[in-house]
């Protein structure tokens, strides 16, 4: 029997990196997935994937855009109706900017906030009541190790991440009583869609010197930008502890997944 067998679980940004990984990783336990994100072609590539490994019967793709407050309420609206109830969300969609701070457009800082902090918080807000119809529910969120440490030219990105984390600390006492676990996970150094797009966003006159104190200290052969990088397949496997029984007594914290970049 596997250990999330039954198991009715959300997860948005499904279309790659560590999302995608997520994805197979809960099929592989036996859970139900509906797998969310606003690319089509890569929730296609997902699900052949999930096809290969025998799981995709119980997968159900779903086209959501997170920063867009009606997407999201039809979307997890559809996700609990194809499911019939939700165990988990976990929310790994999220996009990333690089930019030198005085530099950066009003507009450019509020798509940032508005996808990765707004858009997690609609998701939770709109998965909470079929969350609270279980004894037991786990919301995971995706915060960053650019919450807790410098990263270079990511001023809105690690604010964004750092308000996930704050947010999930106040959901996780506010319904802790209710049976509602809630947790983030903090990758760092983890190959995915972003950190392979990252050097195209780094001012062309950025000081590579300070991107020194973010590399693992862990070997690895995987690289992206010509950094070491984590495999995606590291944080999914945290993920399908915490939703597990096995993660049943972790809440209002971070797990941070780096390789050591920031021991």
């Not at 798509?111 to 969350?131: C, D, W």
């Not at 399908?240 to 390789?259: H, K, N, Q």
């Amino acid at each position: 029997m596997n250990r999330l067998d039954d198991q009715r679980i959300l997860v948005t940004g499904a279309a790659s990196g560590i999302g995608q990984a997520t994805v197979l990783r809960l099929l592989d336990e036996g859970a139900r997935v509906v797998g969310a994100d606003v690319s089509a072609d890569g929730l296609a590539a997902t699900a052949a994937q999930a096809a290969e490994r025998g799981t995709a019967d119980r997968l159900t793709s779903l086209p959501i855009d997170i920063g867009d407050e009606q997407s999201v309420v039809a979307g997890v609206r559809s996700a609990v109706d194809t499911l019939g109830g939700l165990d988990a969300v976990v929310n790994a969609a999220g996009i990333l900017r690089a930019t030198h701070t005085e530099q950066t457009p009003l507009d450019l800082w509020d798509r940032i906030l508005r996808v990765n902090l707004t858009g997690t918080f609609l998701v939770v807000r709109e998965a909470l009541p079929a969350l609270l119809a279980n004894p037991r529910s786990t919301v995971v969120n995706f915060s960053s190790t650019s919450a807790a440490f410098a990263h270079p030219y990511m001023a809105a990105y690690a604010a964004s991440k750092g308000g996930i984390q704050s947010f999930t600390h106040a959901i996780a006492l506010e319904f802790g009583g209710k049976g509602l676990r809630a947790v983030c996970v903090a990758p760092g150094s983890i190959k995915s869609g972003i950190t392979d797009a990252t050097p195209g966003y780094v001012p062309a006159d950025a000081d590579w010197a300070l991107f020194a104190k973010l590399s693992p200290v862990l070997p690895t052969d995987l690289e992206s930008g010509g950094a070491g990088m984590g495999d995606p397949s590291a944080v999914a496997g945290v993920i399908a502890m915490l939703v597990s029984s096995d993660g049943a007594f972790i809440t209002g914290t971070e797990i941070r997944i780096d390789g050591g970049t920031h021991a």
